[in-house]
């Protein structure tokens, strides 16, 4: 691959430049490397000789006609309508609708007004140090406030100050910025606001400050489409905090335009969490059929179709019991193929998701978040072509490699999914012991290589991402 250049724009997709967006954190990420070097080469070794041990070639063989149960796991899995959710996709995106953009260019100025913003560009590139950057750019907010646009500080100014004061461990004067430039300078925030409001929400999560953090989703409600990333990152951060609420306010106002965007993929993730969100309300052991019509009644209300088992009070109550419903001794042995092993993992993935909600007080999206990425641990610690030899495989190798393989953005790890895994998996030993599956000592084993894993990558995160603050106490 090609040398970037240091003053190229950044290959993340961000629009600022490469050496003020991800180059800092290539080089600590490449330091890192280098250290970690011998040992990932002795892990991958041992991964091998594990996966000799834990697994065995899954034999090709013809299934018979599904069955109901597998059928229904199968349905829920693909939320929309294969023939009809398309063809309605289709044609929401011919039709010619406003969508809210922000705009690129910069406002038009004089020549003299150019030579001010040149000369404070040509006084930065010397600067270094983090409080005279921050007194550099706190002159011309007070100078020039009319210029500030001008400045393209979304490029980079703030993304290096903000890195700087994460090192630093200075989060609160970095917040502090952010929400200056957002009150003050909406036109120069808006531009990349989807990182800084991001990151602010964080913040005030972390310092308990919920029901602040929802008087910053303005934005995104405002340009859907603008940066679907950091909305998707901003939405799971919500979930796995126990902001039920915010988050179906956010994803009803959202989930369309982000669907049918042709420029966006992913969208059906939305439409799985907003599900979720209305089934939450009807969530109890005592449900009764007029509930789970009107559970239906209210799917019917989301604008995209969903598949039609969903309007279906039968098929939903079958969905209700396997969260709420009590199981133990999970197996797999009459599990024949992978898909069948897949199966089986997401119906107790279904199931842990109801004892968080029980035991550890997590509200139904955060249960929910936390189901889905124990979910993918499972699937993705089997490697292709194999079935486990037991049926939940972990080793603290096994466990580590996982995450660091579905946990990436871009070519980081994103806190809080590789975080919330562990936590996930953290909890999963114990819902294992509660239903039988394992002995005491091994769901010590398993929770001891969590917290060993999680003081292993928090202090990285720590210097990179806002959000990892919200996940610094184990488990959470």
């Known amino acids: 691959m090609a040398k970037i250049g240091r003053n190229a724009p950044c290959p993340c997709g961000s629009g600022k430049k490469y050496k003020k967006c991800c180059l800092a954190k290539e080089e600590e990420a490449r330091r890192s490397a280098m250290e970690d070097r011998e040992r990932r080469a002795l892990l991958a070794t041992k991964v091998a000789e594990e996966d000799e041990e834990l697994f065995v070639d899954e034999e090709e063989e013809e299934l018979e006609e599904d069955s109901e149960e597998e059928s229904y796991d199968e349905t829920l899995d693909e939320m929309v309508d294969d023939e009809v959710g398309d063809e309605t996709f289709e044609d929401s995106r011919s039709v010619i609708r406003l969508r809210k953009t922000v705009s690129k260019e910069s406002p038009p100025i004089s020549d003299a007004e150019q030579e001010i913003v040149d000369r404070w560009w040509e006084e930065y590139k010397k600067m270094s140090g983090v409080e005279e950057i921050r007194q550099h750019l706190e002159d011309f907010l007070r100078d020039h406030p009319k210029l500030v646009p001008n400045l393209e500080l979304h490029t980079e100014v703030l993304f290096e100050l903000g890195g700087k004061y994460l090192r630093e461990g200075r989060h609160a004067d970095y917040i ?55 909305l998707f990152k901003t939405i799971e951060l919500m979930m796995a905090n126990n902001c039920r609420e915010m988050v179906t306010d956010l994803v009803q106002d959202v989930y369309y335009s982000v669907y049918t965007s042709p420029g966006i993929f992913g969208g059906e993730e939305l439409l799985e969490i907003l599900v979720a969100a209305y089934m939450a309300p009807f969530l109890r052991p005592d449900f009764t059929h ?73 509200d139904w999206l955060a249960a929910e978040f936390h189901r889905k990425l ?89 210097r990179t991402e806002v959000s990892a603050r919200a996940f610094e106490r184990f488990p959470f």
């Open 290 to 362: 007029t509930d789970l019509e009107d559970l239906a009644a209210k799917l019917k209300t989301i604008r995209i179709l969903l598949k039609d088992e969903l309007y279906q009070p039968d098929f939903l109550r079958q969905h209700f019991e396997l969260i709420l419903n009590s199981r133990t001794s999970w197996n797999i042995d009459d599990c024949k193929t992978r898909e069948q092993v897949f199966v089986r993992y997401y119906q107790v993935s279904l199931n842990f998701m109801g004892f968080l909600h029980e035991h550890k007080e997590k």
């Open 176 to 230: 502090d910025l952010l929400l200056k430039m957002r009150s003050r300078f909406t036109d120069a925030y808006i531009r990349s606001f989807g990182y800084y409001d991001r990151d602010i929400i964080a913040h005030k999560i972390t310092i308990g400050r919920k029901d602040e953090a929802a008087n910053f989703l303005n934005f995104f409600k405002e340009y859907p489409e603008h940066d679907p990333d950091n």
């Open 374 to 462: 124990l979910l993918r641990y499972l699937i993705h610690a089997i490697p292709e072509g194999k079935l486990p030899r037991e049926t939940f495989v972990f080793t603290k190798n096994k466990i580590e490699t996982t995450i660091a393989r579905t946990c990436k953005s871009f070519i980081f790890l994103d806190s809080t999914a590789a975080l919330v895994s562990l936590n996930s998996i953290y909890w999963f030993a114990e819902y294992l012991e509660t239903t039988q599956c394992i002995t005491e000592e091994r769901r010590a084993g398993i929770q001891q290589w969590c917290l060993e894993l999680h003081k292993q990558v928090l202090p990285g995160l720590l």
